[in-house]
C-alpha cells in the first residue's frame, strides 16, 4: 500500500508526456496563447475593468466580461451567444470596416461605455445593442433589415450615433427617436464615414465626431466621384462577382472631401473651413474641454501637417500650429488637450518622435522628452500632477514600457514605470491616472493582463493566463524554443536585429536547412520584438528548420533615419538588409547555404519576390503570398508617402515593381493570394503571372476564393501553412 502511494505520488509530481505540435492543433480552440483579454477598459466611474475574451470551445468568437477593480473573480458580462444564437451575414460596409480594422472574430469584437458607467453598446448581428448593468439585460435599439454601422455612444450618454445606407444618424436614448442627419447619402456619396485610405492607412475609422457635452455633431461628407470606377472580380467558391470599386490608385484622383457641424436640437449646420486646397486629408478630429474643434489637415504629398482650431458656430478655423519634414510625417493619435487650454503634441522633427507642450495659441512652451530613442505613443495623463504617461523604449528597441514625466517641471527625465524584459501593450489609463492596465509577454511568457498603480506594483490579476498544468500550451511547453537574438550591421552603418529559432535537439556540426520570414516594410510592427509570438514559429522551427527574422531599414519606431531610408526607392535597402541577414545565414556552420527559402505576406510578399529577383540563386524556394508587384497598383496615401507619385517619381516606381526585375526570375516560387482582395488587389497576382506566363517562366500558385487580404477560417488558415511547409519540404528538405 505504500509501495502504490508513492508511486502515485511520483505520477502526480511528473510533468505530463510531451506531445507533438501538429499544424491541426496551431488553429484548433482552445487558443494555444491561453485566453487573452483584449480591448481592456475601465469603466467611467473605475469601479469596473471591462475585457473582450473568445470562447473556449470557439476563440474566434467573442464575448464581453468583466472584473471589480477591488476583488472577485472575472464574470461573464454578455455572451455574444446567448443574445444572437446564428448571426446574419455581415454586410458589406461591415466586411470592409473590419477587414480595415484587421478584425477576423465573431460575436462582440468592439464595445463602448456610456458617461456615467451605467450601460455598453455593442455591435451584433447587424444591430446595435444596448446593455444596462443595472438590469444585466441588453436589448437591441435598431430593428432593421438595413445594418448599422460606426455605433458609438456620445460623451455624455445621451445619443447612439450610427451610420446606415450611407447616411448618418443618432437615436435618443431616452426619448427611443431616431433622426436621420443626413438624407443625401448613397451611390457616390456618404455621410459620417471614414474613406477608404482613411481607414486603411491613416488608422482613422470613423467620420463623426460628438462633442463633449453632446451639443454638437461634426461629420465628413465623403464624395468618390473624382475616383473612376474600376472593376474587382470577386470570385469564391459558388462563382464570381463583378465588384464596382472606386478604388484611389497612386497618382490618381481622391475622394472630395468636406466637413460639417451640426447642433443637435437645432439642426444648425455649419460648413468647416478646410481651406482653399482640396486635395488634402483630413486625418484627425478631436473636440476640446472648452467646445472648440481640432482637426489636422494633411496635404497630399503628406510633408506638412496642420493643426486647425474650429469655430463650430461659424465653421472658422485657425492654424495654430504646422509641422513640415522634407520626407514624411507619420500620423498619430497623440493630440492630447488639456483642461488649462494647453495641449501635448508629438513630433519628429528631432529624428525621434518626441513630446511637446504648447499653448493653446500654437506656442511651444517646452519640448518634454527628448534623446536617441522615440515616443511610441501618449498613453494618458495625470493633469493634478501635471504628468504624461507613454509608451516606447530608452535602451532596447526590442522593448516596449510605459514611462511617466512632468510636462510641467522644466528638464525632468522619463521614468519607467513597468517592469520586465518584454513588451507592454494594451495600455489603458485609468482616470485620475492611479492605476493603470496593461498586458505584458516576453518570448517565454504568452500575453497576461493585469491592473497596476502608478508606480507599476500589480494590483491584480485580469487574465493571468498562466503557463501551468491547464493552459493549453502546457503539453508542449518542453519542446519550447526561445529564439536567439543578435545584431546585424548595415550598409550605412545602422544596426540590424534579428531572432533566431533553432530546431529541437540542436546539434551545431549538423547543416540544418533554414527559412526566413520578411515583412520589411514601413509602418508595421517589428519582428524581432521581445514578445510572445505563438506556436506557428514554434511549429515552423519543430520541422527541422532555422526560422530567421531580420527588421530591415524601413521599419518604424527606430527613428526617422532608420525607417526613411527606403523613400521613393522601396525595395531597395529592405532587400539589401534581407541579403546581409542571407550572408550571416551561410556563414554560419551548422546552416546549408544551399538550402535557404524566405517567405512573407503583403508587404513580406514583394520583399521576397524584390529579394529574390535582385539576387537569382541566392535563395532556394521562396513563398510571396498577397504581395504588391506594382506600386501604381496601390492605394494614393500609403504609396506616396514613401514613394511620392508614379508622375514625379517614375525612374523610382519602375525600379520598385516587380517586373523590371523579371529577368532574375529563377527561385522556385510559390504566389498566393486571396481572389476577393480589396486591399492589395488580385491584379498585383494576375498581372505576374501573365508576364510570367508570357516568358515560359515557371511558379506554382495557390488562390483562396472569397477571401481578402487576409486568410480567415480554421481550416483554410491551416491549409495556408501546410501548402507553404509542403513547398518548403520539397524543395529545402527533399529527403523526408
Request: hydrophobic fraction near 35%; include cysteine.
Amino acid at each position: 500500500m505504500i509501495s502504490l502511494i508513492a508511486a502515485l505520488g511520483a505520477l502526480i509530481t511528473q510533468p505530463p508526456p510531451t506531445s507533438e505540435l501538429t499544424l491541426e492543433r496551431l488553429f484548433a480552440s482552445p487558443s494555444l496563447n491561453g485566453p487573452v483579454a483584449s480591448a481592456t477598459r475601465f469603466s467611467p466611474d473605475g469601479g469596473l475593468i471591462t475585457f473582450l475574451q473568445g470562447k473556449e470551445e470557439d476563440a474566434s468568437v467573442h464575448d464581453l466580461w468583466a472584473i471589480d477593480v477591488d476583488g472577485g473573480e472575472p464574470f461573464l458580462l454578455v455572451d455574444s451567444r446567448d443574445l444572437v444564437p446564428e448571426e446574419r451575414a455581415l454586410s458589406e460596409a461591415e466586411i470592409q470596416l473590419r477587414e480595415r480594422a484587421r478584425i477576423s472574430g465573431s460575436g462582440i469584437v468592439t464595445y463602448d461605455w456610456d458617461a456615467l458607467g451605467d450601460a455598453l453598446l455593442f455591435p451584433l448581428d447587424g444591430d446595435v445593442f444596448y446593455y444596462q448593468l443595472e438590469r444585466g439585460e441588453a436589448r437591441r435599439l435598431m430593428e432593421t433589415d438595413a445594418a448599422e454601422t460606426d455605433s458609438r455612444i456620445s460623451p455624455s450618454g445621451r445619443y447612439v450615433g450610427f451610420v446606415r445606407e450611407q447616411n448618418l444618424y443618432v437615436h435618443d436614448l431616452a426619448s427611443g427617436e431616431t433622426r436621420a442627419i443626413t438624407c443625401e447619402g448613397g451611390g457616390v456619396l456618404s455621410y459620417g464615414v471614414a474613406e477608404f485610405v482613411a481607414q486603411e492607412e491613416m488608422d482613422r475609422s470613423t467620420g463623426y465626431w460628438f462633442s463633449r457635452d453632446d451639443r454638437f455633431l461634426a461629420f465628413t461628407r465623403v464624395d468618390e466621384s473624382p475616383i473612376p470606377v474600376s472593376y474587382r472580380v470577386d470570385i469564391d467558391g459558388d462563382g464570381a462577382t463583378i465588384v464596382e470599386q472606386r478604388y484611389p490608385y497612386a497618382g490618381e484622383a481622391n475622394v472630395g472631401i468636406r466637413l460639417f457641424i451640426e447642433e443637435i436640437e437645432t439642426g444648425e449646420r455649419v460648413e468647416v473651413d478646410l481651406g482653399s486646397e482640396t486635395d488634402i486629408y483630413l486625418a484627425r478630429a478631436d473636440w476640446g474641454p472648452d467646445g472648440t474643434l481640432f482637426i489636422q489637415r494633411q496635404n497630399r504629398a503628406q510633408t506638412r501637417l496642420d493643426l486647425l482650431q474650429v469655430d463650430p458656430a461659424s465653421g472658422d478655423t485657425t492654424v495654430i500650429l504646422t509641422e513640415i519634414d522634407p520626407v514624411w510625417i507619420n500620423l498619430t493619435n497623440d493630440l492630447t488637450l488639456l483642461d488649462d487650454g494647453t495641449f501635448l503634441w508629438t513630433s519628429e522633427r528631432s529624428g525621434f518622435r518626441h513630446i511637446y507642450h504648447y499653448g493653446g495659441d500654437g506656442t511651444e512652451l517646452a519640448a518634454i522628452t527628448g534623446g536617441d530613442w522615440p515616443v511610441s505613443a501618449i498613453e494618458g495623463i495625470d493633469a493634478d500632477a501635471g504628468r504624461v504617461y507613454f509608451s516606447g523604449w530608452m535602451i532596447d528597441p526590442r522593448q516596449r514600457h510605459l514611462y511617466a514625466v512632468s510636462y510641467v517641471q522644466r528638464g525632468a527625465q522619463p521614468v519607467k514605470v513597468t517592469s520586465g524584459q518584454g513588451w507592454w501593450s494594451g495600455i489603458s489609463v485609468g482616470s485620475g491616472a492611479q492605476t493603470f492596465v496593461a498586458s505584458f509577454s516576453d518570448p517565454a511568457t504568452p500575453s497576461h493582463t493585469a491592473l497596476y498603480d502608478a508606480s507599476g506594483e500589480r494590483l491584480r490579476w485580469i487574465e493571468e493566463n498562466a503557463l501551468d498544468t491547464e493552459h493549453p500550451y502546457f503539453p508542449y511547453l518542453e519542446d519550447h524554443i526561445v529564439p536567439e537574438r543578435g545584431t546585424l550591421i548595415a550598409e550605412d552603418g545602422a544596426e540590424l536585429h534579428y531572432l533566431m529559432y533553432l530546431p529541437p535537439e540542436f546539434d551545431s556540426n549538423r547543416r540544418y536547412p533554414a527559412i526566413v520570414n520578411v515583412y520589411g516594410g514601413p509602418g508595421v510592427g517589428r519582428r524581432t520584438r521581445m514578445s510572445w509570438t505563438g506556436a506557428t514559429n514554434q511549429y515552423i522551427a519543430q520541422q527541422g528548420y532555422i526560422y530567421f527574422m531580420l527588421d530591415n531599414r524601413g521599419t518604424p519606431d527606430r527613428g526617422h533615419v532608420f525607417e526613411t531610408a527606403l523613400h521613393r526607392a522601396m525595395g531597395g535597402v529592405e532587400a539589401q538588409d534581407q541579403l546581409a541577414g542571407l550572408a550571416f545565414l551561410q556563414s554560419l556552420d551548422y546552416v546549408d547555404p544551399d538550402r535557404i527559402g524566405i517567405w512573407g505576406w503583403s508587404y513580406g510578399g514583394y520583399m521576397t519576390l524584390m529579394t529574390t529577383l535582385q539576387s537569382p540563386g541566392a535563395f532556394a524556394a521562396g513563398v510571396a503570398g498577397a504581395p504588391v508587384t506594382d506600386w501604381a497598383l496601390y492605394d494614393t496615401h500609403y504609396t506616396e508617402r514613401y514613394m511620392g507619385t508614379p508622375q514625379n517619381n517614375a525612374d523610382g516606381y519602375e525600379q520598385s515593381s516587380v517586373f523590371a526585375h523579371l529577368d532574375g526570375w529563377s527561385t522556385p516560387m510559390l504566389i498566393m493570394h486571396g481572389m476577393a482582395d480589396d486591399n492589395v488587389v488580385f491584379e498585383n497576382t494576375t498581372r505576374l503571372i501573365s508576364e510570367l506566363q508570357n516568358r515560359d517562366l515557371s511558379f506554382d500558385l495557390m488562390t483562396y476564393p472569397g477571401q481578402r487580404h487576409g486568410i480567415r477560417g480554421e481550416m483554410r488558415q491551416r491549409h495556408r501553412l501546410r501548402t507553404i511547409m509542403d513547398f518548403f519540404d520539397w524543395h529545402l528538405q527533399p529527403e523526408n
